[in-house]
């Protein structure tokens, strides 16, 4: 059983920072690229950045710049720092991964429950 938390999430005004982490525990043989999502209402899902494992990274144009994504292989954990943000990013928030469950497995997709982030104008 493998399980994504996410936290850091929250009210934020215009400009302002927030850091989301996402925690991946359980069954994990190894995590290849991992990434952020992000849905607004009425809107799609939409890749905000990704991560690979040896960390290179790809951001969407709208947040390239002021967004850095990070991770710790160490502790199974994905990052997003989020600077000057804008009403527009306000949205659910979803990390993903690819990992492999056991040697030799296939690799998967994992999702976690999502962390509401509101910028405030």
């Known amino acids: 059983q493998v399980q994504l938390v996410e936290s850091g999430g929250g009210l934020v005004q215009a400009g302002g920072s927030l850091r989301l982490s996402c925690a991946a525990s359980g069954s994990i043989f190894s995590i290849n690229t991992m990434g952020w999502y992000r849905q607004a209402p009425g809107k799609q899902r939409e890749l905000v950045a990704s991560?690979?494992?040896?960390?290179?990274?790809n951001y969407a144009d709208s947040v390239k710049g002021r967004f850095t994504i990070s991770r710790d292989n160490a502790k199974n954990t994905l990052y997003l720092q989020m600077n000057s943000l804008k009403p527009e990013d306000t949205a659910v928030y979803y990390c993903?991964?690819?990992?492999?469950?056991?040697?030799?497995?296939?690799?998967?997709?994992?999702w976690g429950q999502g962390t509401q982030v509101t910028v405030s104008s």
């Open positions: 993903m991964t690819y990992l492999v469950v056991a040697a030799g497995g296939r690799e998967y997709d994992y």
């Open positions: 991560i690979t494992s040896s960390s290179l990274t």
